[in-house]
Structure formats: structure tokens, C-alpha cells
DNA sequence: TTCCAAAAGTCTGGAAACAGACCATTGGCG
DNA sequence: CGCCAATGGTCTGTTTCCAGACTTTTGGAA
């Protein structure tokens, strides 16, 4: 016997009650530019339909986004909620606070939660044989990045890791990665976007892309240990 | 701005109604052996704490798995609800049915996920420095397993590798790598344990516990995909 | 033998969530 | 200008889920 009692799997069955739930869901989507500043959420209907909940519940939701001033609501024909939150320009924003309000050990859990996650999609997709399509994908996403204005390029950059563990075929790891990149964004909004970071993201990035098109997994694994390392790394440099 | 809608993020909040969910997950507990058959269920007052859902919702959970044999429930003090499953022993129990209940891509997608977990969390373990205790802690899983009588087999198995997650010290990893595991157990616990598998299976377990202590992330990953890859072409065996 | 504590079992009223029908508003199109 | 389709807004009855009080069973301890 003497096992404990695996928290994992006596913890509980359900996070909240379906409003809080949906609310969180909606808020990540805008928060990671799912939905771009200024693009629609798609119809009430249609919406419920997708995230399983009722039509009453999901406008209870929105309206309480539409109050907290990150969703436009409008009617009629063309109508829909349309996103108006803006990233905090980065620079802004007290990563103190933010650390702060998450509880004790959670910022490690969250860091080393990605490390895992983004090393296994890396070394997954490197492993994989890619189709000329998929390759494209990661390439095109890649250039985005690099070719982001200051205000896109978290949404960007998201989009990118993300890609990464979507292109593994895997909803499951893609799914985990979207909930690692969730539990930092709050973070990575906080510090702001400078020059000779982005110098060093955009290589640690192509390195990346060259060993998962190179189908070197021991390549991808070191690079992306190196960057987010390099991540963590400002993360400290900016709470010290 | 052509985003294509992250199924991830858009997809169900919730799982299914919470009978539903409470079943599956105390299905789960009891077949990888959290609770190892003749144990008992914590107190259902204290169990519906933990699973954040009411007593009634637990208590019509219990009664189901108990008319489906699971579980024994007997009242009065020293009472309880107590596992009375026995793992079918492995070598019956129809693979294909298995296969056949997924979804198409679900068991792609269940080793793939798997994969990228286990690699991921390994190679974190062997970049952390591992105090002795929790060395100690690795060595020994190792150990069970080795020791293991057939009918303990795929449980202390399950324990060594979500061992590995959890000494990353990562809630959500151990939380990532329980559910890859489970994604499979049905599958697993369908293919009979041959001795010349459980040889193969305990030097690839040697080879990560080595590599692990070792400090040395290259190692470890391919031990571990050498492992993985092991168990599933001995699935796609069983499948042919 | 009696009592007690810990556990499962039962009941009730209320809150949350849902499904589905229906209403109101809006902008384009004929 | 008037219609119409797409969308948000509202209402109603039903089901699920919950919190909490109360009951019954059981085995050990006094």
C-alpha cells in the first residue's frame, strides 16, 4: 500500500460552477488574442454549442465581461461581442502584484509545468515526419512572430508555441500547452517587450524551427530549454 | 484575422454532468490502483470535500460502480465503500473492443500526448538536483516494480511512472502525467504481461532511472521514448 | 450489556443550469 | 422604402445539483 493519496486524481471533478468557469474560458481567449483585439466571438448559439453550456449561461458571462469592460456587446444583424481588451502595453503592469497573487509555489509550478509540456511537443514534432503543409505552418508562424508590431507580439508569440504542440496531431497536448502558456500569460504581460529580448527569443525561435524541421529532437529539446530559461530568467531579473 | 479557433480553448468547460464525471473518476482511482483492491474509499462526507460536489451526487456515484461490482458498501461503523475490482488478469480482455469504444485519432492522440509528457517530465527531473530522499524515492518505485507479483504489475508500474512526474515537484505535471496514464490503462491493462516484456520493460526503466540520476536529459529522453515506443508497438502487435 | 461514535442512508427545500420558444434590434438588399 | 435574416434579449418550465438536517446501522469500549 503506502501510497498517498494522489492529489491529482481525488482532487476536485469540476473547478467552479459553470459561470465561473465560462467566464475564466472566455477571459483566456481574449487574453491570449484567440480572438484578436477588435474580432468577434462567434454567435451566442453557436458558442454555447462549442463550450457545452446553456445559451443563459454563456450570456450571463459575457455580460459580466461586457461590465468589466473587455467584451462590446452589440444586436442586430452583424451584431456579436466583439473584444476591446488591449494588452496592457507591457512595461506597465506590476509583475510584483501578479506574483504575488498567485499562491505560493504556483509560479514554479507553472514554469516547470511549460518546461515539460514544450519540450515534449518539440521533441514530439521533431520525431514526427512532417507533411510540406505542416512545415509551412511552423515557418509561416515563425515569420509572424519576427514581423510582429510591439502590440502583437505576445499574441504572436503564443500563437507560435502553441502551434508547435498543435502540430502533433495531439488535441490532448495541445490542450495541455494552451493551459501551460495560460498559467504565465498574466506574467509575460507584465514585463515589458524590449529590444535585445526579442533579438534573443527570435534566434532561440528559429533554432527551434531548424531542429523540429531538421528531425533533430536533442536540437529542439536544447533549444527550447534555452528559451524559456531565457524566459524565466527575465522573469527573476524583473522580481529581484 | 485568420485564426483558426484553437479547438483547445473553444471546446467543452465541462466534461459532462457531475454523476458522470464522478463515475469516470472513481473508475480511474480504482483501476490504477490509487485505492489497491480491499482498501477503502475516504468517508463519503469527506470524499465529496475533495471532489467538490455533493454528497448525493457522490453517494449515486458509489451505488452505481457498486451495481457494477466495483465496490462493496457496508454501513455501521467501520464502514464504507471498499474496492472489490480485481484488474482483469491481462491476456484476457479484448484489445480491439478497447479500440473500438475510442474515438477515431483518440488513441493517436492518447500516445502522442503520452509521449510528450513522460519525455518532458523525465528530462525536467534529470536537469533538477534530486535531494537523496528523493532519489531514494525513485530507486524505489524502480524497485516495486521489479519486485512486482503479476496481478501488482501494471499498478506499482503506474506508480513508477507518475513517480517521475511527481518528484518535479510540479502539481501540474503529476496532474498532466496521471491523466496521459489513464488514457491508456484500459488499453494496457488488455495486453497480458509476458516475462520477456517485463524484462525489456524493467532495463528501460533501469536506463531512465539511470540517466535520470545521472543529471543527463539526453539519456533520459531516449530512454524514455525507447520505452514508450516499446509499449506501443506492442499494442499495434496485439492490434494486427 | 449498554452506550457511543463513525459511518452509510434518507428527506426536503432551494439554487443553478438547461432546453426551447419567443421578442427586439439592426443593417443590407430588393 | 420595406422586407428579411442574423443576431442579441427575454421568459417559462424542467432537471440537476446542492446544503444541511435527520435516521439507521454497526462494532468497539466502558
Redesign the interface.
Known amino acids: 500500500?503506502g501510497?498517498q493519496?494522489?492529489?491529482?486524481?481525488?482532487?476536485?471533478?469540476?473547478a467552479g460552477n459553470?459561470f465561473e468557469?465560462?467566464v475564466e474560458?472566455l477571459l483566456?481567449?481574449i487574453k491570449?488574442?484567440?480572438?484578436?483585439p477588435g474580432?468577434k466571438l462567434?454567435p451566442e448559439r453557436e458558442?454555447a454549442v462549442?463550450?457545452?453550456?446553456s445559451r443563459v449561461t454563456l450570456r450571463e458571462a459575457i455580460r459580466a465581461l461586457q461590465e468589466a469592460g473587455y467584451l462590446d456587446v452589440r444586436r442586430g444583424r452583424y451584431g456579436g461581442a466583439f473584444v476591446v481588451y488591449e494588452p496592457p502595453l507591457p512595461g506597465r503592469g506590476d509583475l510584483r502584484e501578479v506574483v504575488r497573487r498567485m499562491g505560493p509555489?504556483e509560479l514554479?509550478?507553472?514554469l516547470?509545468?511549460r518546461?515539460?509540456?514544450?519540450?515534449?511537443?518539440a521533441?514530439?514534432l521533431a520525431?514526427t515526419g512532417l507533411t510540406e503543409g505542416r512545415r509551412e505552418v511552423l515557418r509561416r508562424r515563425l515569420a509572424d512572430v519576427n514581423d510582429a508590431a510591439p502590440a502583437d507580439y505576445r499574441r504572436l508569440d503564443t500563437?507560435f508555441h502553441?502551434a508547435i504542440?498543435?502540430l502533433?496531431?495531439?488535441?490532448?497536448?495541445?490542450?495541455?500547452?494552451?493551459?501551460?502558456r495560460l498559467?504565465v500569460t498574466d506574467l509575460l504581460n507584465a514585463i515589458p517587450v524590449l529590444g535585445p529580448n526579442i533579438d534573443h527569443a527570435a534566434a532561440q525561435h528559429a533554432a527551434m524551427v531548424a531542429a523540429i524541421l531538421d528531425g533533430d529532437?536533442?536540437a529542439a529539446?536544447r533549444a527550447v530549454?534555452e528559451h524559456l530559461e531565457g524566459t524565466a530568467a527575465l522573469l527573476r531579473a524583473f522580481l529581484a
Open positions: 500500500m501510497e493519496p494522489l492529489v491529482a486524481l481525488l482532487g476536485p471533478v469540476r459553470a468557469e465560462t474560458r483566456q481567449v491570449l488574442g484567440v480572438v484578436a474580432g462567434p458558442l462549442q463550450l457545452g453550456i509555489g514554479d509550478d507553472a516547470t509545468f518546461m515539460a509540456i514544450e519540450c515534449g511537443a521533441q514530439v520525431t500563437a502553441l504542440a498543435e502533433t496531431g495531439s488535441a490532448l497536448l495541445a490542450s495541455a500547452a494552451a493551459d501551460a498559467r529532437p536533442e529539446r530549454v
